[in-house]
Nanobody, 116 residues
Framework: QVQLVESGGGLVQPGGSLRLSCAAS????????MKWYRQAPGKERELVAA????????NYADSMKGRFTISRDNAKNTVYLQMNSLKHEDTAVYYC?????????WGQGTQVTVSS
C-alpha cells in the first residue's frame, strides 16, 4: 500500500523556521521525483520545490528560492522541506508528491500557519 505521510507542520511566527518531513512507503522511493506543493485557502495548489530521484537536482518556485531547501534521504525513504524566514503568505497546507512516469502519489498534507 502506497503511503506518503507528511509531518512537521504547525504554528510559527514570521521569520521563524520549520522542517517538514514526508515518509514514503509502498513503492520504490529512489526511482521517484519528489515534490512539495502547497495550497492556501481560496488559492490554487502551487509547486514549492522538486528534487530528482538521486537528489542531485533541485528546483524551486521563485518566491521560495533562498528560503526553502528540499532534500531527501533514500535510505530512509524520506523527503524534507526546510523552510526559513517564513512569511504570513507561506501559510498553507503543504503536500508531498511522488512522481514516476504515470505513477503519481500524494500525501494528506500538513498545515503550516505563519502568524504572530
Amino acid at each position: 500500500q502506497v503511503q506518503l505521510v507528511e509531518s512537521g507542520g504547525g504554528l510559527v511566527q514570521p521569520g521563524g523556521s520549520l522542517r517538514l518531513s514526508c515518509a514514503a512507503s509502498g513503492f520504490t522511493f529512489s526511482r521517484y521525483v519528489m515534490k512539495w506543493y502547497r495550497q492556501a485557502p481560496g488559492k490554487e495548489r502551487e509547486l514549492v520545490a522538486a528534487i530528482s530521484n538521486t537528489g542531485g537536482s533541485t528546483n524551486y518556485a521563485d518566491s521560495m528560492k533562498g528560503r526553502f531547501t528540499i532534500s531527501r534521504d533514500n535510505a530512509k525513504n524520506t523527503v524534507y522541506l526546510q523552510m526559513n524566514s517564513l512569511k504570513h503568505e507561506d501559510t498553507a497546507v503543504y503536500y508531498c508528491n511522488a512522481l514516476y512516469f504515470l505513477n503519481d502519489y500524494w500525501g494528506q498534507g500538513t498545515q503550516v500557519t505563519v502568524s504572530s
